[in-house]
Nanobody, 116 residues
Framework: QVQLVESGGGLVQPGGSLSLFCAAS????????MGWYRQAPGKEREWVAH???????NYVDSVKGRFIIYRDNAKNTTYLHMNSLKLEDTAVYYC??????????WGQGTQVTVSS
């Protein structure tokens, strides 16, 4: 089994920055991708960003140029640095890991609230 633990959420004003951290542990055989999803109140969970095994990164259009995702392969961790935060970025953010062998794993979620 694989466990994902997130941290770093909180309250921030519009235009501010916040960083999220996720650590994976357990029986990790391989990692195809690590990344982040988010779910705002009343909305479906949406993909935000991920880092693939080769190191390439991808972002949803709404966060391009504002969010940066990093992955430490040796430590099985991923970071999401969020800049220029907007009200619409408010959501519960979930860390996600796909092991490329049929395993999809989720963290418990961390709340990010952007409010003045």
């Amino acid at each position: 089994q694989v466990q994902l633990v997130e941290s770093g959420g909180g309250l921030v004003q519009p235009g501010g920055s916040l960083s999220l951290f996720c650590a994976a542990s357990g029986s990790i055989k391989s990692i195809l991708s690590m990344g982040w999803y988010r779910q705002a109140p009343g909305k479906e969970r949406e993909w935000v960003a991920h880092v693939l095994s080769g190191g390439s990164t991808n972002y949803v259009d709404s966060v391009k140029g504002r969010f940066i995702i990093y992955r430490d392969n040796a430590k099985n961790t991923t970071y999401l640095h969020m800049n220029s935060l907007k009200l619409e970025d408010t959501a519960v953010y979930y860390c996600h890991l796909n092991d490329g062998e049929g395993g999809d794993y989720w963290g418990q979620g961390t709340q990010v609230t952007v409010s003045s």
